[in-house]
């Protein structure tokens, strides 16, 4: 459990943090960013949760309630990898696996190579999204139509031998966790992690049961604003972009977690615990080791620039020193942690026994120019 406690006894400067908090705070005053949530934890103690901006996007719109639920995005990708070391550690996959030995079916136009390391680590080959992207989610398709696409798709290059961002390797990864444990990703995450974590707003995909009663926890989830050259903006994408029941309910593997800072600040505890928080042991330091360091550094045939500069942990993005995007200037040389195109970003670095989450609905793709401005100036405000 986190303790709440005074800036300085959480190891922050108090003129320096309250000077990032107001950075912040003036970029939703002036409706730059609609909401934000930041949490900063340093050694088991925080300031809390601070909230700023509105719930909706509506001009009479009320703040955001303190108890907002965000729309995360692809930080959901390290959530689900560590699930899937889970199953690594427990004797039921391995790592260089390939992945058609559980789904066969992905071993079509010469995919049959691409390993659980591959997904893990964006090395696999397979595109970021499938070209039909959009008219599946028009035609309010299942999951399993994402999963069937992804195993029709070809690969941009032989595994292994480049990095290229790619979500529907999480996809995959999704359907490994269903053809293992038999059952849905969604329903696996809930019993072994947020259950026994007491995260008890989160989900990936939203179930029936928060859109019921006369106040249905849906309501707690922030609008997110839609970018004008996103694809999503027309009015015929309201029934299927980021704020659609369609997408809320979906869960895909790559980016529907929805959940809370609170929530997600005890899933970087337990990062930071080694697995391990209060009497609960739910992943192995072994795994948080791996899942932790640059993963390229032995994959040969990676490039070379790519293997040195730009690294991947198992579903983390390691510090990448000459990159200011999302993570900002600052953060030290065993930091990790994952952005999200809704305009999140959450971070660790061991070293300074700091997890930082900023939560907001301004989606800042690809440069993420605010998520590294105030990550640099909480940075700053570290003792």
């Known amino acids: 459990m986190l303790a ?10 108090p003129l320096r ?22 949490s900063v934890a340093r050694g088991g103690k ?35 990898a560590t699930a899937t070391l889970l199953l690594v550690e427990r004797g039921l996959i391995a790592l260089d696996d390939r992945v058609e030995e559980y789904v066969p079916a992905f071993g079509r136009e010469g995919k049959h190579a691409v390993t659980i390391r591959h997904l893990l680590t964006h090395t696999s080959g397979l595109p970021d999204m499938l070209p039909n992207n959009f008219e599946l989610r028009a035609a309010h398709a299942p999951l399993s139509d994402f999963v069937v696409g992804a195993c029709a798709s070809k690969l941009d290059f032989l595994p292994g031998r480049g990095v290229q961002y790619q979500s529907m390797g999480f996809a995959m990864l999704g359907e490994v966790i ?10 696996f995450l809930d019993d ?34 839609i970018p004008e050259d996103s694809g999503m903006l027309h009015e015929s994408a309201r029934s299927w972009n980021w704020n659609s029941k369609y997408w809320r309910q979906l869960g895909v593997p790559w980016g529907g977690l929805l959940t ?74 065993r930091s990790y942690g994952h952005w999200g195109a809704t305009g999140t970003l959450m971070w660790l670095d061991p070293d300074l026994e700091a997890c930082v989450i900023l939560l907001t609905t301004k989606p800042q793709e690809p440069q993420g120019s605010y998520l590294a401005r105030a990550s640099n100036a909480i940075v700053a405000a570290m003792r």
């Not at 269903?178 to 990703?185: A, I, L, N, S």
């Not at 989900?203 to 309501?219: C, S, Y």
């Open 4 to 13: 709440i406690d005074t800036p300085a006894a959480v190891g922050l400067d």
């Open 17 to 38: 943090w309250a000077g990032a908090l107001a950075l912040i705070k003036s970029w939703c005053d002036d409706l730059t960013i609609p909401s934000c949530a930041v």
């Open 46 to 80: 925080t300031t809390g949760v601070h909230l700023f901006g509105r719930q909706t996007l509506d001009a009479d719109s009320p703040p955001v309630r303190e108890d907002a639920i965000f729309l995360i995005a692809s930080i959901t990708k390290p959530v689900v």
């Open 178 to 187: 269903q053809q293992v444990c038999g059952k849905p990703c969604p329903q």
């Open 192 to 225: 072994e992690i947020f259950k026994p974590l007491g995260m008890n707003d989160t989900a990936l995909g939203a179930p029936a049961d928060w859109f019921a009663g006369p106040h249905p926890k849906v309501e707690r989830i922030a609008e997110v604003l």
């Open 260 to 333: 809370t800072p609170a929530d997600l600040a005890r899933f970087g505890q337990l990062l930071l615990g080694h697995g391990r928080l209060g009497d609960l042991q739910i992943i192995s330091p072994a795994a948080i080791r791996a899942a932790t360091r640059n993963q390229l550094e032995a994959m040969r045939d990676v490039p070379a620039d790519d293997r040195r500069t730009r690294p991947w942990g198992l579903g983390w993005r390691l510090n990448w020193a000459a990159h200011s995007a999302n993570f900002g200037d600052f953060l030290g040389p």
